[in-house]
């Protein structure tokens, strides 16, 4: 800038230049809409997107949750079950744009069976819902909240707790099998983490796309990944000073915790939603499946603090941010299960994840500086097995 | 979730759909919360309280539209199209015969066939289904056809006629160009309950949009006196997916569950059955607590059967005769089961 014009420049504050671009966007779009959109009227019919979120079955009754996913409101007039009119009622005659409705349609389903539902709307078009294996749907009392939380506590916290009861062990062996279980914890980490952009990819294809559909499972990534980027850095800044380092472990450790802890929330939401629409078999293979497979995730946490002396205090905080969210996914997908909300959590388990790994990765490095050396792949294939075997138990 | 890709299926549909628009306002209709199973006591309907309510043989009345179609906005009932008979205008011609005239007017027009639900339907003269033409046997006919809709139509009557008079493109008058115009004539023969409907192509539209009407040539030997009713079974493809929807007789869905067809106890009564439905291959009749003589195609005077049910396929026809012992209420519906529950279902209200 030449100096000869800096000084006038500058009687003019730099917030209100930031501002200006804003104004004009503002202005312009008040015209557009002042002047009605010219030349934009709709032609043709209106797009009819309406998603079924969530259906709850009581006796001779059965409710549905829609959401409107397309451009134009949406007005059911009929609802069609299995090839016959049936009687219904609903709040709202119209759902807007991205706004939801309930529809309780009189009907007296019989346990076990499949049903088919249309909802006919003004303009004829259908939207159909296929109802699997009628079973009533649980009622959200405190019973139910406690046998969630149960089932959190059985497949978070305990076997996670359990897991991290390697840590004697660990802390025993020679210093290259740490690296090994390091290794191993990534191959674990790795394999949750593919399985949550799986799952959430899976979760938002029948869902709305209004909100985002798959591409939030990929927004919940980056978020979870610059998000821990930003904690590790503020705790890197923080133990600096403390101490001078050394406490790199525990911050492995937490950082490890958290990443499990986003997708044991998921897991959680997963098996809530199938609880309470019926379809979830409570069966002790289930429980004892997750208890094998969520053990390791305890393992996965101890291993980085192999060779610091940790607190038990400390440790159970681990335990706790790793395997209580399962517990707080279980209430929410059991009682306001919503499929972008879990393809969104999924999201930031996987991007977690993948941050935890990366932070991990250095500690698995050899005297030569090799990454993968066979003891580590050994580690993370072990790992990715591991985990594969005992997902076979598990099947939401 | 279903992506509607119907609009696509209708090709040039776009054009009609254009030149609709006024009709696509929303209809004033009651709140969808009056459903069926609350109406079905009939009160909470005043202007309808003429009737105890269909509901009283209806059980929980799970089954059944929410709502009802107003007359007054499709511009025709159900309740009045059932006894409506069009004799057109006569005059005597050389030789004494009777010439028979009626005015056919093709339209592109939205109806309300089931409560709120809207069908881009072709309709004869502003109706679904198209007016129940009345001949004589050996009279002489005369239907001007005029082509309002902004598609190309013919009407083929079910007949005895020359090949130029048949109503099918590419013979004769053929197509119908939209603001065109042709006379069909012919003679009235043979005797019996028949159709008329559009046979430009694609076919099954043409007709599924509702180009269809019944045709009834009265032999010279009269018929006893009876009360007479028309029933023109058909359905609709309201998502253009090939397949029905929504069933009826005479269009609305449930139209004669909620307004029952009052009969007087031991009184004759005709129905002209016509089986209008596309799309599947087969419809029925059947009617509770009663037989009837079934005349099929009505092209006898002798009953063929006495029965409670019978089979249409798509085009067939007959007439059916029956009287009620008994006062009360009986319904009547397709032994097609899943139509049943679609809207061709309905009640004879039997009184002394």
């Known amino acids: 800038m030449e100096s000869a014009t800096a000084p006038a420049k500058r009687t003019r504050p730099p917030w209100l230049l930031g501002l200006l671009p804003l104004v004009l966007l503002g202005a312009a779009i008040a015209l557009f809409v002042a002047l009605d959109a010219p030349g934009l009227e709709r032609s043709g019919v209106p797009a009819e997107e309406l998603v079924v979120d969530r259906t709850v079955l009581r006796p001779g009754e059965i409710e549905l949750h829609v959401s409107n996913d397309g451009p134009d409101p949406v007005e059911v007039r009929q609802v069609i079950v299995n090839d016959g009119f049936v009687a219904f009622e609903q709040s709202d005659e119209q759902v807007g744009r991205l706004d939801g409705d309930k529809l309780t349609l009189t009907f007296p389903w019989i346990e076990g069976e499949n049903y088919e539902v249309a909802l006919l709307t003004a303009t004829g078009g259908t939207i159909s819902h296929s109802i699997e294996a009628a079973a009533e749907s649980p009622e959200a009392d405190a019973g139910f909240y406690g046998l969630m939380g149960l089932i959190g506590l059985y497949v978070g916290i305990i076997p996670v707790a359990i897991g991290m009861l390697w840590l004697p062990w660990v802390r025993r062996i020679d210093p290259r099998w740490v690296q090994f279980l390091l290794a191993l914890t990534i191959g674990l980490l790795a394999f949750l983490g593919i399985d949550a952009l799986l799952e959430g990819g899976e979760l938002t294809r029948d869902g709305p796309e209004a909100l985002g559909g798959a591409a939030l499972v990929w927004l919940g990534a980056v978020a979870a990944y610059l998000a821990l980027t930003g904690v590790d850095g503020l705790m890197a800044r923080r133990s600096e000073r403390e101490r001078s380092g050394g406490a790199s472990g525990f911050r492995l450790a937490l950082l490890v915790a958290i990443g499990i802890g986003l997708h044991n929330l998921g897991e959680g939401l997963v098996i809530g939603s199938a609880y309470a629409i019926g379809s979830l078999a409570l069966g002790a293979t289930l429980v004892i499946g997750f208890a094998l497979h969520n053990t390791t995730e305890g393992l996965a946490i101890v291993a980085p603090v192999a060779e610091e002396k940790p607190r038990l205090r400390r440790l159970a905080l681990f335990g706790l941010i790793a395997g209580a969210p399962a517990i707080l996914g279980a209430w929410i997908g059991a009682s306001a299960f919503d499929v972008s909300l879990a393809a969104f959590m999924f999201g930031l388990g996987a991007g977690a994840i993948v941050r935890v790994i990366i932070q991990i990765a250095p500690s698995i490095r050899d005297s030569a500086g090799r990454y993968l050396h066979p003891l580590a792949v050994g580690g993370l294939l072990t790992g990715l097995t591991l985990m594969y075997a005992t997902g076979l138990l598990v099947s939401v | ?352």
């Open chain 2, 1 to 352: 979730m279903d992506k509607l890709t119907r609009r696509k299926l209708i090709g040039s549909g776009a054009a009609a759909a254009a030149s609709i628009p006024v009709l696509h306002e929303v209809v004033p209709h009651q709140k969808v919360h009056d459903g069926l199973a609350k109406a079905a006591g009939g009160s909470e309907h005043g202007a309808h309280a003429r009737q105890n309510g269909a509901g009283g043989s209806h059980g929980s009345g799970h089954r059944g539209v929410v709502g009802r179609v107003d007359p007054t906005v499709n511009g025709f009932d159900p309740r009045l199209i059932v006894r409506d008979f069009d004799e057109g205008t006569t005059r005597r011609i050389a030789g004494g015969r009777t010439l028979r005239e009626w005015k056919l007017v093709a339209q592109d027009k939205e109806i309300e066939v089931a409560p709120g639900v809207k069908f881009p339907a072709w309709v004869y003269n502003g109706r679904v289904p198209a007016p129940t033409l009345r001949a004589r046997e050996g009279e002489r006919l005369r239907i001007e056809f005029v082509n309002g809709s902004s598609h190309p139509h013919t009407i083929h009557f079910h007949g005895i006629h020359v090949a130029a008079m048949d109503g099918v493109p590419g013979i004769g008058a053929g197509n119908i160009e939209p603001g065109g115009s042709t006379v069909y004539e012919f003679d009235a023969e043979p005797f019996g309950l028949h159709l008329y409907h559009c046979h430009s192509t694609p076919l099954a539209d043409h007709i599924a949009k509702g180009l269809y009407g019944a045709f009834i040539i009265d032999p010279k030997r009269k018929r006893p006196q009876a009360d007479e009713l028309v029933m023109v079974m058909n359905g609709f493809d309201t998502n253009f997916d090939r397949s029905n929807e929504v069933y009826a007789v005479n269009t609305v869905a449930f139209a004669y569950e909620q307004d029952p067809i009052r009969v007087k106890r031991d009184e004759l009564v005709r129905i002209y059955l016509v089986n209008a439905l596309e799309f599947d291959l087969i419809n029925s009749f059947h009617v509770h607590a009663n037989f009837f003589n079934y005349f099929p195609t009505g092209t006898s005077l002798e009953p063929s059967e006495l029965t409670d049910t019978v089979i249409q396929g798509q085009g067939q026809r007959g007439i059916l005769e029956l009287k009620f012992p008994h006062p009360g209420k009986y319904m009547f519906h397709a032994h097609v089961s899943e139509f049943a529950e679609l809207g061709w279902m309905g009640f004879f209200d039997v009184v002394d």
